[in-house]
T-cell receptor
Framework: QKEVEQDPGPLSVPEGAIVSLNCTYS??????FMWYRQYSRKGPELLMY????GNKEDGRFTAQVDKSSKYISLFIRDSQPSDSATYLC????????????FGTGTQLKVEL | KAGVTQTPRYLIKTRGQQVTLSCSPI?????VSWYQQTPGQGLQFLFE???????NKGNFPGRFSGRQFSNSRSEMNVSTLELGDSALYLC??????????????FGSGTQLSVL
């Protein structure tokens, strides 16, 4: 069983929809939680960065961390065709430096 | 400010050869990490360098090695290439103001194909 599980999709939604992306994890040592967006033939781009539990909002994006359930989420409001990409969750433990454990990524397509 | 720069962008090698990939971090960033991305395994951590020292290592064979120079630029080397080494190799940099996790900024990667 992988340390981080993520539904690979693909997920297809109409423009303007609210998108919910999720990851579950098994390692209780994870304290840092990130969401990256990756376009085809590009490197991952950091979208959201959270330490420990709670919510964080940045524009149309909201990240939630529920450590008791070992579950993290990314919500995208008013989705746009430019949001079409692969979304990767990533996590790191305290003292782990920049050693991130990634989910496999969810492919999202926002259609006109 | 320029982002993380990786060269070359594409590389084709044959089994048994060795390869060296290069990474220039964002100016002022002192930590460089390397990741391998494949369709089957996703993104996997290779190693992290800070102040020319490897401070973290993933679960890859010894054929994978790296180094960091005094200007923070980094190289990774793969010797005795195998077909399974075909992947996108990503470099990421961070400020490294502490030993804790920081925001990582990725380059566009080097696409390695082993024939």
């Amino acid at each position: 069983q992988k340390e981080v599980e993520q539904d690979p999709g693909p997920l297809s939604v109409p423009e303007g929809a609210i998108v919910s992306l999720n990851c579950t994890y098994s390692n209780s040592a994870f304290q840092y939680f990130m969401w990256y967006r990756q376009y085809s033939r590009k490197g991952p781009e950091l979208l959201m960065y959270t330490y420990s539990s709670g919510n964080k909002e940045d524009g149309r994006f909201t990240a939630q961390v529920d450590k008791s359930s070992k579950y993290i989420s990314l919500f995208i409001r008013d989705s746009q065709p430019s949001d079409s990409a692969t979304y990767l969750c990533a996590m790191s433990a305290v003292g782990g430096g920049n050693k991130l454990t990634f989910g496999t990524g969810t492919q999202l397509k926002v259609e006109l | 400010k320029a982002g993380v720069t990786q060269t070359p962008r594409y590389l084709i090698k044959t089994r048994g050869q060795q390869v060296t990939l290069s990474c220039s971090p964002i100016s002022g960033h002192r930590s460089v990490s390397w990741y391998q991305q494949t369709p089957g395994q996703g993104l996997q951590f290779l190693f992290e360098y800070f102040s020319e020292t490897q401070r973290n290592k993933g679960n890859f064979p010894g054929r994978f090695s790296g180094r960091q120079f005094s200007n923070s630029r980094s190289e990774m080397n793969v010797s005795t290439l195998e077909l399974g080494d075909s992947a996108l190799y990503l470099c990421a940099s961070s400020l490294a103001s502490s030993t804790e996790n920081e925001k990582l900024f990725f380059g566009s990667g080097t696409q390695l194909s082993v024939l």
